[in-house]
């Protein structure tokens, strides 16, 4: 890890109001990302990695969510204290944003050169021509045929996927140095999925962009990431490099996440079942104490249900938080 | 384009030419006679109104009125009052600019209500001011208008004596006299009906908004950086608007209608009164005339609405 911190994030907390309390959607997370690297979180549906995401950019709707505790050093200032015109500056200009949903993302009403120019613009102060070149650029960096005409398009005569390509190319218009992505492929289908994880691997390598990957699918984080970190429940319960993470789980929850994934070769000679995780997670309403994967896990002893087990370094890089970690490896 | 508005327009035949036949025969077999009055009258001998009734033509079937009423229309003969002889086109003309005016100023008064308080509030849903907002429209359009009509009247005309309570079409006066005169009895009409349709369309924008500013790519617009006055005007108001376009552009044949009963409480002759006094002497050309042209508007305006949807919304071609 020789290449600089570009973001830590440090025992950050993020809870929502609702009507029966506060959820605690994000609690105590710590999250660093380093330049030019590809970082996955994965966890299964409201594990608080979207809020995680989100929170960076401070895209959260506050209230009901707020800023509880912890700080996010973007290259060594914290944004959390940071005024709304102060984070204007950095969003898409230093921080892209590739949402979920490509479908709903962009604008109906305005040409996607004109959605792509028009951060341009706000933030490099280039005329309107300029700015609709820099847009036509961009969509064919991310190759979108015909990318000189295809400006003057509407979102609607584009398919999800190539919509999903104009996101990319609207996060990569200010050349930031991290993209952060959320879900990014959940609303295509598998092809395009692939595509679309290439391109971002290829702009990745074209311009040294860093990657914050949000996903729950373990395949993508196997085709993308280089490091890895595992969320549970508003935690971060395991964090470590891809090929580590893959061949020696260290939380049970990691290890039931891997082997929950559907693999060809088994399936056609054993005819097993496809194993899933027990149960559900639990409400972050008022969550219990000890360990939250604590009643879904099978190694769970009595400690686990009291004492909430701290993340700790097992090997170089390696980070669990579990407390019998060295005696239920995979 | 072009084709589009031409196969429109060929469209809006036949549904004129329906509307016409409907017209027609429910105030063909409406009860009331404008001869009823010769009948009464001892001066004038049974076949003398027999020979009106006949000269006229409303002897004939009623198929055979309607195409010599369509054919006259052609011609662009629109008939005279049975009342007042003058030609219904010039009675028409004649109403028309008061109703513009005072029923055009009460929406373009609304309007002005409407879009800012019900965008000010979407964006701060729940806050003191949408509260407020809320109660006051909810209020509004609860309250008709014959009765906020008559409550300004008492207040503003009878216990203050500031504004006149009867309109009057032939101001005595000239210069800015005249535009004084005219602004002080135009007052309390298009206040009563701008806050009225205001209170409507205050809460029928702010629920466009809230529908908008949920939507994901306002957040992408957020995460572009943008600021919030830009996102606002931009990427919400923008598109709420498609939907508030359509109500408003709809509403235009109301204008011309004139609110009927807001004219009545204030005397102002405009089209409304003129058809309400039209209905009550059983003047069928007047009436007919009047609901023909309504209903013409109603279908301009229809198609006045589809484009500037189109305008508004690329997602929309016309094909």
Redesign the interface.
């Known amino acids: 890890m020789s290449a600089p911190r570009l973001l830590e994030i440090a025992g950050l907390k993020v809870h929502f109001k609702t009507d029966d309390g506060w959820v605690r959607a994000v609690d105590g997370v710590d999250i660093g990302v380093d330049a030019g690297e590809t970082l996955c979180v994965v966890g299964e549906s409201g594990c608080g990695k979207t809020v995680t995401a989100k929170t960076i950019?401070k895209?959260i709707d506050m209230p009901p969510g707020r800023i509880v505790a912890g700080s996010i050093t973007w290259q060594g200032r914290d944004l959390v204290p940071m005024t709304?015109?102060q984070?204007?500056?950095?969003?898409?200009?230093q921080i892209?944003?590739i949402?979920q949903?490509p479908m709903?993302?962009?604008?109906?009403?305005y040409?996607v050169g004109e959605?792509i120019a028009?951060?341009v613009r706000?933030?490099e102060g280039l005329s309107r021509r300029a700015a609709m070149d820099r847009a036509a650029e961009m969509l064919s960096l991310v190759h979108i045929p015909n990318a000189a005409r295809r400006v003057h398009d509407?979102p609607?005569q584009f398919s999800g996927g190539m919509r999903q390509r104009v996101?990319i190319a609207?996060a990569l218009s200010c050349n930031p140095k991290l993209i952060i992505a959320d879900e990014p492929t959940t609303a295509l289908d598998v092809t395009i999925q692939a595509q679309i994880l290439d391109l971002m691997n290829e702009m990745k390598e074209k311009l040294g962009t860093a990657i914050l990957l949000i996903t729950h699918a373990m395949g993508v984080v196997a085709e993308t990431a280089q490091r890895v970190v595992v969320m549970y429940a508003g935690k971060v319960v395991e964090e470590a490099p891809v090929g580590p993470l893959f061949a020696t789980p260290r939380h049970p929850y990691t290890q039931g996440l891997i082997r929950s994934i559907p693999r060809l070769d088994l399936a056609a000679t054993e005819h097993k079942r496809l194993e899933a995780i027990p149960g559900t997670v639990p409400s972050l309403l008022d969550p219990p104490p000890g360990c939250r994967f604590a009643a879904r896990c099978r190694f769970a002893q009595a400690e686990c249900r009291s004492a909430e087990p701290p993340l700790r370094e097992l090997a170089t890089g390696h980070k669990v938080a579990c407390h019998f970690a060295e005696s239920i490896a995979a | 384009m072009t084709q589009y508005l031409i196969r429109r327009l060929l469209i809006a035949i036949p549904s004129l030419l329906g509307i016409s036949v409907i017209l027609f025969t429910v105030l063909a077999l409406a009860p009331g006679d404008p001869f009823e009055e010769l009948a009464t009258n001892p001066a004038i001998p049974p076949e003398v109104r027999q020979q009106l009734r006949a000269s006229l033509g409303m002897d004939d079937p009623i198929h055979i009125r309607y195409f010599s009423w369509l054919a006259a229309m052609l011609r662009g003969e629109w008939g005279y009052s049975f009342v007042s002889r003058i030609p219904v086109d010039d009675l028409i003309l004649q109403r028309l600019p008061t109703t513009i005016a005072v029923i055009g100023a009460s929406q373009v008064l609304a309007l002005c209500i409407a879009l800012p308080v019900g965008v000010y509030s979407a964006t701060r849903p729940y806050s003191i001011f949408d509260q407020i907002a809320n109660t006051l429209a909810f209020i509004g359009f609860s309250l008709p208008t014959f009765f906020t009509g008559l409550l300004f009247i008492l207040f503003f005309s009878i216990y203050l004596d500031w504004l006149p309570f009867v309109y009057n079409a032939n101001i005595n006066a000239t210069g800015w006299k005249w535009w004084w005169e005219q602004i002080r009895q135009s007052i309390m009409p298009v206040a009563v009906l701008g806050l009225f349709q205001g209170a409507a369309w205050t809460r029928y924008v702010r629920s466009a908004v809230l529908d908008v500013i949920r939507l994901d790519h306002v957040t992408t617009a957020r995460a572009k950086g943008l600021p919030e006055s830009r996102i606002t005007m931009r990427h919400v108001v923008r598109n709420a608007m498609i939907p508030v376009v359509t109500l408003v552009a709809l509403q235009m044949p109301a204008v011309f209608g004139g609110a009927i009963v807001t004219e009545q409480i204030f005397r102002v002759p405009g089209i409304g009164s003129l058809l309400i006094s039209a209905i009550l002497a059983n003047d069928t050309p007047v009436i007919m005339a009047v609901t023909f042209v309504l209903s013409a508007l109603v279908i301009f305006f229809n198609l006045v609405a589809d484009i500037l949807y189109g305008w508004l919304d690329p997602r929309i071609s016309y094909r």
């Open positions: 950019l895209l709304g015109a984070m204007r500056a950095i969003r898409t200009k892209g944003f949402f949903e709903t993302s962009l604008n109906p009403v040409t959605q028009e951060a706000m933030h509407y609607h996101m609207m």
